[in-house]
């Protein structure tokens, strides 16, 4: 098989043997002529002197003189003629412009490119009977007709009105935009396209020191492309090689239907401008033996099991070249993926496609850096930063190596106390990272601090050893791409200060370092990093554009889905509705579908082995669905398909049960624990969860403390357990009276000050930091503890009169068991949140912030961790009243006062037992002090190890859940 490439390579030495380098080679892309380059050289078996290569943007920059500009100023200069142009209700800040005006970019790049008149797209043509443009067919203007007679009439919706109003002013926007554009030499590809066309039309391109123009494997050209090319044909200078099949240029099941086939722009061109004679009749589609294979996956990922599988196999194939085999990625997402399911065994792989500057770690922390200062709070005499945003940083992966003991010990202090606004001055040493958390006038200035700091963290210094630095190539080819998108972006915006928001603290200066994060990420974006390699060895990795004049002899195309391939455009992003562009010839979503139907079947015509793969996973915006491309090879080509699928039997495997042995130092352990007091939640988790209990307590593996925004429920209750203790203190061993809860619900005064002291106590660094314009999550969470405190009030008026004996009173009782070892040495502690006295009986409280719960099916049910609906509240009261009677030997009465029951009319808050309520612990005394033995002696039982609980809701928010398994 000839490569396409080769076959031009051979045409040009045979024709132009001592010229050429007079000779002009003009390909739609760079890589094209690379491997045009590579064939020539082969061909020529000595050195020559190349051709003039040119992709079609650079001959068009060549014939002008003029280079395309960046879209940043572009999109200023747009924002400053639209801001002139348009009336002030329908004007638009920069930031909320800039988007809109990409898109009013590429409408105004198509119409240069298709040569459409400004003045005749932007006129409402709604009240004209006719429609008098020469340059259109019946078919177009009738197309445009359709539009006008179908838009909205005197009863015009505020949408309708706004667009007409805005296309009223489209056409003067252009002509302005474009005289500033000459005024400044700056250009938008379009531009440049409609100047090549007007020069090729007078005939005054210039270029006649080339004998030769040749164009080669272009496809669906634009009308100013058009002019081009018959400008050079009419001086005879031209050359055309057209890249195609007659599988699809002349079959007639392809060519017979809505005008979208691979063929549709070939047929034309080929007859308009004619390749050289005997040029030769690409049938190579059909007409090799070829073999596709269908692979259907069950996800997008796994269709690189079908990358493994063949790239191994054609490896172990006597002659088989990487060079010559391509894989190629509709979805360029699955580039890392991919690239790790090629066999080890092929040594060298180029990656064409490059990865994204946006996604490097280097980018990572640029944006983390303008997020802290977005967010932060200012106001004339301090600077705030979000705790959590500077944590964000300090533990970037770019940035980790950096933090000392001290960050370590001031991070663990402000998790454990909540600090959620700091001042940068409160800050530790924070050494070479210090011009990050520095107040900045405006993002430009911290944009060079930034990269100056990115310098010293990614890039080494010469004195340090190699070896430090290995594997931190792709940071800092990251760190240098970003320098330059930065002095670009700078460099850009330099002229347009006038239109930049106004930089004074305050929200202003928030708003431009958005605007500046919003411009720098669309450009990181569009710029990637390329992966370095010979360009011609080792396999082909590479996009669907990239394959274009390219030939492989074996070709694996991932993601053959529809949305993929063709791309999903349903609608072309543009302020030109589709009637218009299409009337008009501008490009439409059909026009794509006819563009990537070519690219696929380009691409396979000369493949010997190809394995189209397609998934079934219609996740993540696709369908799951094969493309429309290969039942076409099928039922209008007539090729022959094999079909596999992938049929992936996962083993369920069964995580091991963890279990934990009782030796002597876990035993150890145990029993001075059960010594020196266990306490009520204690039992609980090892009830619910004996590893979970030995992770927590025996192996002392704690929680570690996090920040939250969020009003957290186990804080709250701290809070209100805090607020509910302060409230009633003065009142201990006093009776309290219906008439002290009126005063204390009247006058809110001391429900305030007692929420506030509660603060200090529990947050006691927080003062100013709660205080100071940062009070949002102070303030929500004051107003959920108020709300429960004024619940518990009026609750606790309907009980009144009672005595108040206790608050928060530690209370500690022995047990004795019968284990030899430990006999009378386990101590039972906790704190009771209240005790009164009411009508004569002992009432002992427990606050409850959570879902009420009050049933108890039977005491066996406390201590049965099998249990699902087991009331651990319950258990945890009845232990309390347990101590009480054993070191008081008195009535009591158990009560858990929930807190979402308090808002019914006669709420009561005793316990439920097998249906009738509970009046007093002694009933149940001798019942549950045998349970809690046989619970300890149980814990001490050597053949009874710690292992994890079968009910998997009580692992959702287990903070070992992740260390122990995985769970469903």
């Known amino acids: 098989m000839t490569a396409f490439l080769e076959y031009i390579a051979g045409y040009i030495l045979k024709n132009h043997p001592e010229h050429l380098h007079r000779v002009a080679m003009i390909f739609p892309n760079r890589r094209a002529g690379l491997w045009f380059q590579h064939h020539l050289s082969h061909l020529a078996g000595s050195t020559v002197w190349s051709p003039q290569i040119f992709t079609i943007r650079n001959l068009m920059e060549h014939l002008t003189g003029m280079s395309v500009t960046d879209t940043v100023p572009l999109v200023m200069e747009l924002y400053r003629v639209w801001s002139e142009v348009l009336p002030g209700e329908q004007q638009e800040p920069l930031d909320s412009f800039y988007p809109w005006g ?117 496809h669906a050209l634009t009308p100013a492309e058009e002019k081009l090319f ?38 034309r061109y080929k007859n308009k401008f004619p390749p050289p004679e005997n040029a030769g009749i690409f049938n190579n589609l059909t007409v090799d033996k070829k073999r596709i294979e269908i692979y259907t996956a069950p996800a997008r990922t796994a269709q690189s099991a079908v990358v493994k599988k063949l790239i191994g196999k054609w490896n172990r194939e006597p002659g088989f070249r990487a060079e010559r085999t391509a894989l190629v990625l509709a979805d360029e997402q699955l580039l890392l993926p991919v690239v790790h399911a090629v066999p080890a065994e092929i040594e060298e792989i180029n990656i064409t496609m490059g990865f994204p500057v946006k996604n490097t770690p280097v980018f990572g922390l640029f944006s983390l850096v303008m997020e802290l200062h977005i967010h932060a709070l200012r106001d004339k005499k301090s600077l ?49 990272l210090k011009p990050l958390f520095e107040p900045e006038p405006d993002a430009f200035m911290l944009s060079r601090h930034v990269t100056d700091v990115l310098y010293y963290l990614v890039v080494p210094p010469e004195s340090d050893h190699p070896e430090d630095q290995a594997g931190n190539g792709f940071n800092v080819e990251a760190y240098y791409q970003l ?7 700078n460099d850009s915006l330099g002229d347009y200060r006038d239109l930049w928001p106004v930089l004074k603290p305050g929200k202003e200066t928030g708003n431009t370092f958005i605007l500046y994060l919003k411009l720098l990420t669309r450009m990181a974006g569009t710029v990637k990093i390329p992966f370095y390699g010979e360009p011609l060895a080792g396999l082909q990795v590479m996009g669907m554009l990239e394959t274009r004049l390219l030939d492989f002899d074996r070709v694996i195309l991932l993601s053959v889905n529809e949305k993929a391939l063709p791309k999903g455009i349903s609608a072309v992003n543009s302020f030109i509705p589709y009637n218009l562009r299409k009337g008009f010839g501008m490009p439409t979503f059909d026009y794509h579908d006819t563009v990537y139907n070519y690219y696929f079947l380009r691409l396979i015509q000369r493949a010997r082995e190809v394995a189209l793969v397609y998934h079934t996973d219609a996740e993540g915006g696709q369908t799951g669905e094969m ?101 009633y203190r003065p009142y201990l061993e006093k009776t309290v009276t219906p008439e002290m809860f009126d005063r204390l619900t009247g006058d809110q005064t001391t429900v305030e000050e007692v929420i506030d002291q509660a603060f200090q106590e529990i947050f006691p660094s927080q003062g100013h930091t709660v205080t100071d314009g940062t009070g949002g999550f102070r303030n929500i969470l004051k107003h959920a503890v108020r709300k429960f405190i004024l619940k518990t009030l009026r609750f606790d008026k309907c009980q009144a009169p009672f005595t108040i004996k206790e ?12 284990n030899a070892d430990i006999a009378g040495t386990v101590i039972l502690k906790g704190k009771i949140d209240r005790i009164d006295i009411r009508d004569g009986l002992l009432h002992i409280i427990d606050y409850k912030t959570g879902s009420p719960g009050q049933e108890i099916k039977n005491i066996g049910t406390l201590f049965d961790p099998s249990d699902k609906k087991r009331n651990g509240g319950a258990f945890q009261i009845f232990l309390y009243s347990w101590m ?48 809690l033995s046989g619970l300890i002696l149980k814990m001490l039982n050597r053949e009874i190890p710690f292992e994890q609980t079968e009910i998997i809701d009580r692992c959702k928010y287990c903070p070992f859940a992740d260390t122990c398994r995985d769970r469903e």
């Open 884 to 931: 009480r009677y054993r070191n008081n030997n008195e009535s009591i009465q158990p009560q858990l006062y929930f807190l979402r029951m308090m808002h019914l009319e006669k709420p009561d808050m005793r316990l439920i037992l097998d249906n009738e309520k509970l009046n007093d612990y002694r009933d149940i005394h001798a019942e549950f002090e045998d349970s």
């Open 483 to 489: 320098y330059i998108l930065i002095n670009r972006l």
């Open 384 to 432: 705030r930063f979000h705790t959590t945003r500077i944590l964000e940083i300090m533990h970037h992966p770019v940035v980790n190596h950096l933090r000392s003991p001290v960050w370590k010990q001031w991070e663990e202090r402000v998790k454990k106390l909540n600090i959620l606004w700091i001042d940068p001055a409160d800050l530790p040493d924070t050494g070479i």
């Open 230 to 267: 018959e400008e050079f044909k009419r001086s005879t200078r031209g050359v055309f090689f057209w890249d195609y099949d007659v599988a699809y240029l002349e079959n007639p099941e392809m060519s017979a239907g809505t005008g979208r086939d691979a063929g549709t722009f070939i047929r």
């Open 807 to 818: 608050l928060e009173e530690p209370v500690a009782c022995n047990l004795e068991t019968d």
């Open 102 to 218: 990409e898109m009013l970019l590429g409408d105004f790049d198509d119409l240069d490119k298709y040569l459409v008149n400004a003045d005749d797209l932007f006129k409402n043509l709604k009240s004209l009977k006719t429609i008098e443009i020469s340059y259109l067919d019946d078919e177009q203007k009738k197309l445009i007709r359709q539009f006008w007679d179908h838009f909205p009439g005197n009863r015009e919706s505020d949408e309708s009105r706004a667009f007409a109003s805005l296309w009223e002013h489209l056409g003067k926007i252009y002509t302005l935009f474009n005289q500033r554009l000459a005024g400044k030499e700056m250009a938008y590809e379009g531009r440049l396209y409609r100047k090549v066309a007007g020069m090729a039309e007078d005939g005054k391109l210039p270029g006649n020191r080339w004998e030769k123009v040749c164009f080669a494997g272009f």
């Open 627 to 727: 493309s429309r491309f290969i039942p076409q090879l099928e039922y209008l080509l007539g090729m022959t398909l094999t079909r596999q699928t992938l049929a992936f039997t996962p083993e369920m495997k069964t995580a091991p049960q963890i279990r934990i042995a009782k030796d002597d130092p876990v035993m150890k352990k145990l029993k001075a624990i059960l010594a020196e007091g266990i306490s009520p939640s204690a039992l609980n988790t090892y009830i619910d969860c004996s590893l979970r209990f030995y992770f927590r307590y025996i192996a002392d593996i704690r929680e570690p403390d996090e920040l939250t925004d969020d009003v957290d429920q186990a804080l709250m209750g701290t809070l209100y357990h805090k607020a509910m203790e302060l409230i």
